[in-house]
């Protein structure tokens, strides 16, 4: 049976509402690049929806359509915002206090950002220490939190009129926690909702509050959210897509493209050596212990499984790595990620690679923003649900199915992608076997 048997796509007709809980440096960037597209005034750098082809077939076939062309993804134009904040400031306002875009080209998508006022946030200080907002929900349990931001939602669907809503968190990092008794079954989930448990941070509120209302999920950020048996048995039963965890932008961008060359020439590595200054908010909230250790987790799992050190112990047993991550206020949002990694070749003689990737945090993460929300609604117009791991290829620490160890090699995570729009058109797996030209 063909992809084009089973897999019925409905049309993109209407109005994407993308919400948002964290209007702050990535969702601006992300909005007002958006924007700024929209009007012709800038090219959709870094999108895959936007510029990246796909190839059909054989290579001799010549057929190499866009991706936006080859699925029936939303348009730009279709696409609404809007989101939750502890600040009260408009889209425009938290944009210019981000400082990542110049205010003369904020200034020609003013009206729109202007537009965008922050509804109240559900927030736990335990969760994100080093922020403290006014613009939050008050009293009630963590069920009522829920109730209330279904609400919003709900509010938001008719003042905009839209046919079909995402949701991605562009909000802080949270204190770090394993999974709890509280997390074991959607009816313990609830019944911890309606006790307040301590356990349920507030992003595992706004994700129940999405799937309960039909609207696929994806963490940006490391937080333990949708990866617990009670929210995966949610968005099951919902019948919604989720997707997570982490942007991968810069440090661990490079990691998941350097380390596969390493392995890929059976090349060993005693050490690497990883760290970051960044003068923005998230570097601000990562100066918690707390936060910095939900950070450090899926920055340190990269390596391990993309080298499989239990494969290879005569090249990557006991290898040293570590991160550091230092808050630095004069360097804004352009993040400066610096690597030292000790390599050994032939007979064991030792070598070094140094990488200073001078970057910019929410100039990375903004496509990957807007790719998320196209392919996430693509998913469930696909009618496909629970864990998406096709769209490993965005984040540092990718979900999968539970005992499945997560691809972290990137050049894999991108033939993924694009293998799963070729089944969902129908069209050939590409294997890259290329046996067929010589026959």
């Known amino acids: 049976m063909s992809a084009q ?26 909005i007002a690049g958006v924007e700024t597209i929209k009007r012709g005034m800038a090219e959709p750098i870094g999108s895959l929806t936007q510029l990246s082809t796909i190839r059909l077939g054989k290579r001799t076939d010549n057929r190499t359509p866009l991706i936006k062309d080859f699925v029936p993804l939303a348009g730009l134009n279709d696409l609404v915002f809007g ?4 600040f009260e400031d408009t889209a425009y306002e938290a944009a210019l206090n981000a400082k990542v875009l110049e205010r003369a080209q904020l200034d020609q998508v003013k009206e729109p950002l202007s537009a965008i006022r922050p509804m109240k946030a559900v927030f736990d200080p335990e969760y994100v220490r080093r922020l403290h907002g006014t613009n939050v929900k ?52 609830e019944c911890g909702l309606m006790k307040n448990d301590p356990e349920i941070a507030p992003s595992q509120v706004y994700a129940y509050a999405a799937l309960k209302s039909g609207i696929p999920y994806a963490n940006g950020a490391p937080n333990l959210t949708t ?21 991968k932008t810069g440090q661990t961008f490079m990691k998941t493209l350097v380390a596969p060359g390493l392995k890929a020439r059976m090349l060993g590595l005693h050490g690497w050596f990883s760290t970051n200054i960044l003068g923005n908010r998230d570097g601000e909230v990562l100066e918690d212990p707390g936060s910095f250790k939900s950070k450090e987790e899926t920055k340190l799992s990269v390596l391990e499984h993309i080298l499989q050190p239990k494969l290879y112990p005569q090249l990557y047993k006991n290898f040293y790595h570590a991160v550091r991550i230092n808050f630095y206020p004069p360097r ?6 610096w690597d030292n990694i000790d390599i050994f070749g032939w007979l064991g003689y030792p070598m070094q690679i140094k990488i200073d990737f001078l970057c910019r945090d929410s100039i990375l993460a903004a496509p990957l923003v807007l790719d998320l929300v196209l392919f ?13 791991e096709w769209l490993s290829f965005y984040f540092k620490a990718p979900m999968t199915a539970p005992g499945l160890y997560p691809e972290h090699d990137i050049f894999i995570q991108l033939m993924k992608l694009k293998n799963t729009l070729r089944w969902m058109r129908g069209e050939n797996l590409i294997t890259h076997l290329g046996l067929e030209y010589y026959d």
């Open 83 to 86: 989101g939750w904040d502890i």
């Open 227 to 247: 990866d617990t048996p009670a929210l995966l048995e949610l968005a099951r039963e919902r019948n919604v897509p989720i997707c997570g965890k982490d942007f």
């Open 376 to 388: 996430l609604d693509l998913a469930q117009r696909a009618g496909m649900r629970g864990i998406q």
């Open 138 to 189: 008050q009293g009630g349990s963590k069920m009522d939190q829920a109730e209330a931001l279904m609400e919003d939602i709900a509010q938001f669907r008719k003042a905009h009129k839209v046919s079909r809503m995402v949701m991605i968190w562009c909000a802080s990092t949270e204190v770090f926690h394993k999974p709890a008794p509280v997390h074991e079954t959607l009816k313990d989930f």
């Open 5 to 30: 048997d089973n897999v019925q796509i409905a049309p993109a007709d209407g109005k994407l509402g993308v919400l948002i809980p964290g209007i702050g440096a990535v969702s601006t960037t992300f």
């Open 332 to 337: 804004g949002d352009a993040k400066e990620g």
